[in-house]
């Protein structure tokens, strides 16, 4: 198969994310690429997947399933980043390994009861609106820790950590300060005693501050599919 334009954009940031690693002092391979595959085709996920990308990640059920249907003797590992309306719930639960975006308790509930008895828990991040921006979804920093207790004591949903996409800063500093304050939350939690692995937070713009702040995790789509 030719390389392909997406394919040298991988491998470009990928390098910027090794690079950035050892600038901001994190261990090697400290940060996972989730490739974010919203409004591209089955064809140019399936190139990234045979140029080594696993991890992909959709923001709308109706997109995403045949999508994943059409790939499914892939070993992909999907990601559901979007919003979530509660009537799409089951669909999500059935078809996704991972959740970035629980923000309230119904939609906890529903994602645990729906997971299908046959595969493993559901992995969940909350996201958190860390910005307290009013038209925001996510759960507000300040309700985060009884949203986790909640979650925790689902059997069917694993919670393993926080996401965020921030306000859009001007500057990298801004930028590190919102990420920083995220990270803050995220080790409060663990302090607590929640066994969290995950900091989902870092796309296109940003993932450099999100790195440099202690993301385990950035979701890339422009940067790799333009
Ligand atoms: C679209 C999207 C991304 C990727 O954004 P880019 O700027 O294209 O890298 C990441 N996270 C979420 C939740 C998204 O909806």
Excluded at 104 to 117: E, G, M, T
Excluded at 163 to 177: L, V, Y
Aim: glycine content about 4%; some cysteine; proline content about 5%.
């Amino acid at each position: 198969m030719p390389l392909k334009m997406q394919d040298l954009q991988l491998l470009k940031v990928k390098k910027l994310i090794t690079e950035y690693e050892q600038k901001y002092q994190r261990a090697p391979h400290a940060v996972t690429l989730l490739a974010v595959s919203k409004g591209q085709p089955v064809e140019k996920i399936e190139a990234l997947f045979h140029a080594g990308q696993v991890l992909f990640g959709e923001s709308y059920v109706q997109e995403a399933l045949p999508k994943i249907h059409a790939l499914a003797d892939k070993p992909i590992e999907w990601h559901f980043i979007g919003p979530i309306q509660s009537n799409k719930t089951r669909k999500i639960a059935e078809h996704f390994t991972w959740v970035h975006s629980v923000d309230a308790i119904n939609i906890a509930k529903r994602l645990n009861d729906q997971r299908p008895a046959h595969l493993p828990p559901l992995n969940i991040c909350l996201e958190v609106n860390i910005n307290h921006e009013t038209t925001k979804s996510g759960v507000l920093p300040e309700d985060v820790s009884s949203l986790a207790t909640y979650c925790t004591a689902l059997p069917r949903l694993r919670l393993r950590g926080l996401m965020a996409i921030p306000a859009k800063q001007s500057t990298f500093t801004a930028q590190r300060e919102t990420f920083h304050s995220l990270f803050l939350l995220w080790q409060s939690l663990r302090h607590q005693g929640f066994a969290l692995d995950t900091l989902s937070m870092g796309m296109s713009n940003d993932f450099e501050a999100a790195i440099a702040e202690g993301s385990t995790l950035v979701r890339i789509g422009t940067a790799i599919f333009g």
